[in-house]
């Protein structure tokens, strides 16, 4: 059977476990081949245990398991030279790049007159600057094929205040800006870019709070969402199930808005 993405290429930051995995191998098992770009290293800040080389590994078989080809890279959002080799190495082996998933991000919790500048500079670096960082290399391969979907990972956080989380909610917030700038300089070049909103995702990351906090998971769900459905939070494949039907043809004409998985948290 061929796939829905079937001669499709896409680019997926913080690929190697998460949010970024399961939209990695989601897309894979729908016929897309795979560019996994991960830091695979532990970072000082937040200092909870990041994606490792292993998990990129794996990630590769598991895509291959699928009847995928993936491409892994470990490289840092931030570094323009390692970002640029991953994308110049996608557009030669695969011949282009479809879709950009800009998911690679960070997150913990500091009072704003607390907070450091090496821990602002971090969050805004990775969050947003990362975005940018990739998209502006990948961009011109879209634009010279006419065609290109970019989906940037936000948050709840994206669209409301967050407690000690003031960092953060900015880098979300400035994606926003992103994705809305982004959709009115390209669609003229037949890309779409749209930003995506979930409430507290059952992650690594989330698990890593939650021992930065002395807390379980399931409380570090609970207590940063409030969600109104009566769930802690939401798993990955969901937010995989958003992404493939943001850059699927079915979504051909969502541009420049915001796609919320929230469990009703911003109802209330």
Same mark, same amino acid.
């Given at each position: 059977?061929?796939?829905?993405?079937?001669?499709?290429?896409?680019?997926?930051?913080?690929?190697?476990?998460? $949010?970024?995995?399961?939209?990695?191998?989601?897309?894979?098992?729908?016929?897309?081949?795979?560019?996994?770009?991960?830091?695979?290293? $532990?970072?000082?800040?937040?200092?909870?245990?990041?994606?490792?080389?292993?998990?990129?590994?794996?990630?590769?078989?598991?895509?291959?398991?699928?009847?995928?080809?993936?491409?892994?890279?470990?490289?840092?959002?931030?570094?323009?030279?390692?970002?640029?080799?991953?994308? $110049?190495?996608?557009?030669?082996?695969?011949?282009?790049?479809?879709?950009?998933?800009?998911?690679?991000?960070?997150?913990?919790?500091?009072?704003?007159?607390?907070?450091?500048?090496?821990?602002?500079?971090?969050?805004?670096?990775?969050?947003?600057?990362?975005?940018?960082?990739?998209?502006?290399?990948?961009?011109?391969?879209?634009?010279?094929?006419?065609?290109?979907?970019?989906?940037?990972?936000?948050?709840?956080?994206?669209?409301?205040?967050?407690?000690?989380?003031?960092?953060?909610?900015?880098?979300?917030?400035?994606?926003?800006?992103?994705?809305?700038?982004?959709? *009115?300089?390209?669609?003229?070049?037949?890309?779409?870019?749209?930003? *995506?909103?979930?409430?507290?995702?059952? @992650?690594?990351?989330?698990?890593?709070?939650?021992?930065?906090?002395?807390?379980?998971?399931?409380?570090?769900?609970?207590?940063?969402?409030?969600?109104?459905?009566?769930?802690?939070?939401?798993?990955?494949?969901?937010?995989?199930?958003?992404?493939?039907?943001?850059?699927?043809?079915?979504?051909?004409?969502?541009?420049?808005?915001?796609?919320?998985?929230?469990?009703?948290?911003? @109802? $209330?």
């Amino acid at each position: 059977m061929r796939g829905e993405f079937e001669g499709k290429v896409a680019f997926i930051t913080g690929a190697a476990h998460g $949010q970024g995995r399961a939209a990695a191998l989601a897309l894979a098992k729908e016929g897309a081949r795979i560019a996994a770009f991960d830091i695979a290293k $532990q970072l000082p800040y937040p200092g909870y245990e990041l994606g490792s080389s292993e998990d990129l590994r794996s990630l590769a078989r598991e895509c291959a398991e699928a009847g995928s080809d993936c491409l892994t890279f470990e490289g840092d959002v931030r570094d323009d030279a390692a970002v640029t080799h991953a994308v $110049q190495t996608t557009a030669a082996k695969f011949g282009r790049i479809d879709v950009l998933f800009n998911n690679a991000g960070i997150c913990a919790y500091g009072l704003v007159h607390a907070l450091g500048e090496d821990e602002w500079d971090a969050t805004l670096d990775i969050n947003l600057k990362g975005a940018w960082l990739v998209a502006r290399r990948i961009i011109p391969v879209m634009m010279e094929q006419r065609f290109g979907v970019i989906i940037n990972n936000s948050s709840v956080a994206g669209l409301r205040g967050m407690n000690r989380l003031s960092h953060y909610a900015a880098s979300k917030f400035g994606l926003v800006g992103l994705t809305k700038s982004w959709a *009115i300089e390209l669609a003229p070049h037949g890309i779409r870019v749209v930003s *995506i909103h979930p409430t507290g995702v059952n @992650t690594p990351m989330n698990d890593g709070l939650a021992a930065l906090e002395g807390l379980t998971p399931k409380e570090i769900g609970e207590r940063s969402a409030g969600n109104l459905m009566p769930v802690p939070w939401i798993e990955p494949g969901d937010v995989a199930e958003a992404v493939l039907y943001l850059a699927s043809d079915r979504a051909r004409y969502v541009t420049g808005s915001q796609f919320v998985l929230d469990a009703g948290l911003l @109802t $209330q």
